[in-house]
């Protein structure tokens, strides 16, 4: 019987049954071309499997070894310094979700967290400067756009502001990008010494946004994540953000 | 972390590179990873134990893929291309001959058509039986047969695989 490809290719992979394997085995011995198609289907098999095997040998990244673990996605990503305090037990249930959170979170999915470059923080002309304690401060370009800036204006290219809104601690806080270096998203609330910034991650510059929505949608989860525990009613609209602007952030 | 999630954690590696075969990206295919396993984890009262754990999320996959093409396509958005630079899966291939190789075969797999690369790189890089593939692939297994058949022969007429 003629001696398909099909069967080369099945006895190469060790599907043949026996007398398909009996078949093949006899006719290569009258034809030795048969040999050579089998060696060609085996050579292929191995260069596919040297090809992709770099992924085997890769350091998995962490939000998928946090994945598998089943972790909310929030503590996948690499969080500088997530201060504590989350909304106060006490404090009525937020009713719902944003609008704006929802988009938000639909397109922090497709954030990749990458390990924030300590050593661009370390630099005067990192945006955070790391105080005592560790806490850290908005300094430089982002203290400027985070006391100027408002979300609602669009905005610069080295900072965008997503969000302002009012703490339950009465602050005001706002999330920011900051695209330059390593690029850094997270959240600052005013204090009598400046913008104090509760946590940050690493969040690679993203092209200057079109206005307040679109960068709201790009907040990445893990800086949503804080805002929901912090956020007091509703994120300011134009209106209120000019005026708590005016009022030089101080409530 | 139970044994589930331990058996998941240890297939990461495998899933990535499977990954990289549907994607043809690399942040694509970690994404993609991403869904499969929360998936998986979601739905890990429907695995049949003592069946093959990796068989069951790759179909997990396959299936995640289908949903996210379609809809990619529904909303017009285009694909990450593929770049050059990331597209060598193989990163400890150091010698330039052997990295040009390995992306000339990456990218002659990538050129192949969705149902021809699936059932290659389940049964050539995966090792899977023929059975195994049609059942993550969910086609017959004569379907899986001819499609190995053809996508092989596309391969090995580019590197003159038959005779060389």
Known sequence: MAITEEMIMAYA????DAAG????????????????RIEAHLKLRASLADAFGGALAEPVPDRLVAAAKGAPPA????????????????????????RWAQWGAIAATLVVAVVV???WLATPAAPVAFGPGGQMAAQGELATALDDQLASGGGGKAVAIGVSFR?????YCRTFQVNQGQGLAGLACREARGWIVPMAMASAPQAAQAGYRTAASEVPA???DAVQGLISGEPLDAKTEAAAKAAGWRP | MDAFQTEIVDLLPRLRRMARVLARNPADADDLVQVAVERALERRSQWAAGTRLDSWVFRIMKNAWIDETRSRTRK??????AEEGERVADQRVVSMETRLEATAVERALAALPE????????????????KEAAEVLEIPMGTVTSRLVRGRMALMAQFGGRGA
């Open chain 1, 75 to 98: 503590k996948t990503a690499d969080v500088v310094e997530l201060a504590k305090f989350r909304a106060k037990p006490e404090a009525p249930a937020k009713r719902g979700v944003p």
């Open chain 1, 21 to 36: 394997r009996a078949k093949l085995e006899a006719a290569m011995a009258k034809d030795p071309e048969i040999a050579g």
């Open chain 1, 167 to 171: 703490s339950n601690h009465g602050q």
């Open chain 2, 76 to 81: 017009g958005r285009v694909f990450a291309p």
């Open chain 1, 222 to 224: 893990p800086v949503l």
């Open chain 1, 117 to 119: 470059d300590r050593a």
């Open chain 2, 115 to 130: 149902e021809q690369r699936l059932p290659i790189a389940l049964v050539l890089i995966e090792g899977l039986s023929y």
């Open chain 1, 13 to 16: 992979d060790g599907e043949l």
